[in-house]
């Protein structure tokens, strides 16, 4: 099924299109006697106002993974998959309160650069090649792989097509501009993302209720499914492996939102670009609030798919067209896309738009982040360290635009992944427990040796997969399957942070004989002092998601 494109949708889109490279080409101008400095291309010149900043942390947050990769989820196993939305508006306190303070305080370009600060190069560069792979060869490549999946599918574009195009839109302004244009064009691509994903949201709603609008539609598909608006599953759901139960709230997601939110390079890059500290911390709460529409956005349209394509009244009103590509078991990431087909003229050119500012922002954010870390910590370290500020930028677009290749390289070999974003949680989850235990333990505990993150940091996967493939397989025949179950991977990440932890502890402790490192962070109270206005915006944060919690908790 490819969705017919009207004049005014080609005119909505090139309009959307027009704009944002506008924007981005004219922020990225060279101004009249003043010669781009590192600081400019990869802090934004430290100038970025709080809406600039919340804006940029949802536009690079929200992709393709989440318009497709999460209303797959939503409408596979429904409301249960925000958890990682709302409880990342709670991560976002926790991060603006405790991490950037230190962060911002020390002054730092990118995170291996504090992992330098803190620990040593060594492990710096473990961590820079590391990341850099991973944003190329997993969120690189599977943004353009499933970005090129919604186009093809809404419009019958070849994905390679659809990929080359993604990709030099992306590159268009973000390279030769740095943060400065990203930043500054992820604000007009969130206004795009939240009003297009609204329009769909809406639409889907009110096909549902039969033209009787949003709130009724809401009505609608709670009341045909109820069981996709169960937050908390329990153990006889067939999707509590991907979603364990309370175990969702106090065990292993914590690791994936806290090392997403708190030591992602092209999520944090745009708090170190922030004019201060409190400007920082204004953004982080923009961002936190927004965090609690996205998943209206982005699993509402998911879960009404589901109920539509099981409700034969309503797919006989839709028509003969509503049977082609149709979503279902091992083919859920075909619902957003599908959803799009029933939009009418206009507004399904206002909500590709969406879709597309999510991919390009997402696109142009983990580039960025590429190319700084790679200038900073590889080149800048390595190859050139007395490199003037143009080598210096002019090496930052270089390996950006060679990421990006590589990525356009690998995207189309992505074939077959149903449910992506659980894909991806999946797999990130194996190396993010190790990160985030390095990075607690080197923040707020001066007895954490280098010695002992480097360990703490390379065990920490052998032990993720040993849950992981591990314990069960093992016991299986030996009459030990009880005392070895097969973990929900959520829980693996939990128990392996956890191990990582008490590993660096014991290393550290040996190694120190119980004093403090040389490299450990003084902390103050003074430190992590926030203001009126943040500690009342984060109270009425907590506040809605415990009413959203107690309303949809079973």
């Known amino acids: 099924m490819v969705t ?71 409408f596979a196993l429904g409301l249960a998959i925000a958890s990682y939305e709302w409880m990342a508006a709670f991560t976002l306190i926790i991060v603006g309160k405790y991490f950037l303070p230190i962060f911002i305080e020390k002054g730092i370009y990118t995170i291996p650069e504090f992992v330098e600060k803190r620990f040593s190069t060594n492990l710096k560069t473990i961590l820079a090649i590391f990341w850099i792979a991973l944003y190329i060869f997993v969120n690189l490549t599977t943004v353009l792989y499933l970005g090129g999946l919604a186009i093809e599918t809404i419009l019958g574009v070849d994905m390679i097509y659809a990929i080359i195009g993604l990709a030099l839109f992306s590159a268009a302004y973000s ?89 992602n390079q092209y999520i944090i890059q745009r708090t170190l670009a922030a004019k201060s500290l409190r400007e920082a911390q204004k953004g982080i709460l923009l961002a936190g609030f927004l965090k609690l529409v996205i998943p209206l956005i982005v699993v509402v349209p998911g879960i009404a798919a589901y109920v539509i394509i099981n409700d034969p009244v309503i797919m006989a009103r839709l028509g003969v067209s509503a049977m082609e590509n149709l979503p279902g078991i091992g083919t859920a990431d075909r619902a957003y ?33 590429t190319s700084t870390i790679f200038t900073m910590d590889i080149y800048k370290q390595y190859i050139n360290k007395n490199a003037d500020d143009r080598t210096t930028v002019n090496v930052g677009r270089l390996s950006g635009g060679i990421a990006l290749l590589i990525a356009v390289i690998m995207a189309p070999l992505l074939g077959g992944i149903d449910q992506a974003f659980q894909f991806i949680q999946e797999y990130t989850g194996v190396v993010s427990p190790g990160i985030l235990a390095v990075f607690i333990l080197g923040l707020f505990w001066k007895k954490t040796t280098n010695k002992a993150a480097i360990w703490g940091a ?71 002092k926030t203001s009126p206005l943040f500690n009342i915006c984060s109270f009425a944060i907590m506040i809605i998601l415990v009413v959203v919690y107690a309303v949809f908790w079973k």
């Not at 804006?55 to 990769?69: P, T, V, Y």
């Open 4 to 74: 017919e494109f009207g004049f005014i949708d080609y005119v909505v889109f090139t309009a959307y299109a027009v704009l944002i490279l506008g924007v981005g080409l004219w922020v990225s101008r060279e101004k009249d006697g003043h010669q781009k400095n590192a600081e400019d291309y990869f802090l934004a010149s430290k100038s970025l106002p709080w809406w600039a900043i919340g804006s940029s942390l949802i536009a690079a947050n929200i992709s393709a993974e989440q318009f497709i990769g999460m209303s797959g989820s939503g």
């Open 175 to 263: 390279l030769y501009g740095g943060l400065s244009a990203v930043a500054w064009t992820d604000v007009i691509q969130v206004v795009f993302l939240v009003l297009g994903g609204l329009v769909t949201t809406y639409l889907a709603l009110n096909t549902v209720s039969d033209g009787a609008g949003m709130w009724q539609g809401l009505k609608t598909i709670y009341e045909a499914a109820p069981d996709r608006f169960v937050m908390i599953l329990d153990e006889s759901n067939p999707e509590y492996m991907n979603l364990p139960g309370i175990g969702v709230l106090v065990g292993g997601l914590w690791v994936a939102n806290i090392y997403y939110w708190g030591f």
């Open 337 to 369: 896309p599908w959803l799009l087909h029933f939009l009418p003229s206009g507004l399904k050119g206002l909500a590709f738009a969406a879709l597309a500012a999510a991919i390009v922002s997402s696109l142009a954010s983990m580039l960025n982040s």
């Open 458 to 528: 390379l065990l920490s996967i052998p032990i993720a997969m040993f849950f992981k493939v591990g314990p069960k397989s093992w016991a299986v025949g030996s009459g030990m399957e009880s005392i070895f179950p097969t973990l929900p991977w959520m829980d693996q990440m939990g128990y392996t942070a956890v191990l990582s932890m008490l590993l660096i502890v014991a290393i550290s402790l040996l190694q120190n004989k119980g004093n403090n490192d040389a490299k450990g962070i003084p902390l103050t109270k003074e430190l992590f």
